[in-house]
């Protein structure tokens, strides 16, 4: 899913008219129409308050990682720090892990704590 995809999903989950985000984010409607088929990108400015509009992280916006639509930006924060926490510990019988073995660790830790976060949530 790709950015535009993401903006029209969030947009429509909050029942928005592209018109109605657009004064939100003081753009105009075709603007948002032109972010949504992905023929215009929004800049800095616009996709942070996006970002800020919608409580996502900018990493969800842009598809940076597998951070679910749900989550919001404390949660972000939380698995950032989570992983960082737990960096120091990819090891296999006491060798390092190589980058690649290190982030399927990675991966494998937001898999795990974005489907424990999703339960606290119910």
């Given amino acids: 899913m790709g950015l535009g995809s993401r903006i029209r999903e969030l947009r429509k989950d909050k029942k928005l008219t592209q018109e109605q985000l657009g004064k939100v984010l003081n753009v105009s409607k075709a603007s948002i129409s032109g972010y949504e088929n992905e023929t215009r990108e929004p800049d800095s400015k616009s996709l942070v308050k996006i970002a800020e509009y919608f409580d996502v992280s900018l990493d969800y916006l842009l598809g940076k990682n597998q951070t679910p639509k749900w989550a919001n930006k404390k949660d972000t924060n939380d698995l950032e720090k989570f992983l960082n926490d737990n960096e120091g510990s990819m090891t296999y019988g006491g060798e390092d892990l190589t980058n690649e073995q290190k982030e399927q660790v ?7 704590f974005w489907k424990e976060k999703k339960r606290e949530k119910k």
């Fill in 106 to 112: 990675r991966v494998a830790m937001a898999t795990i």
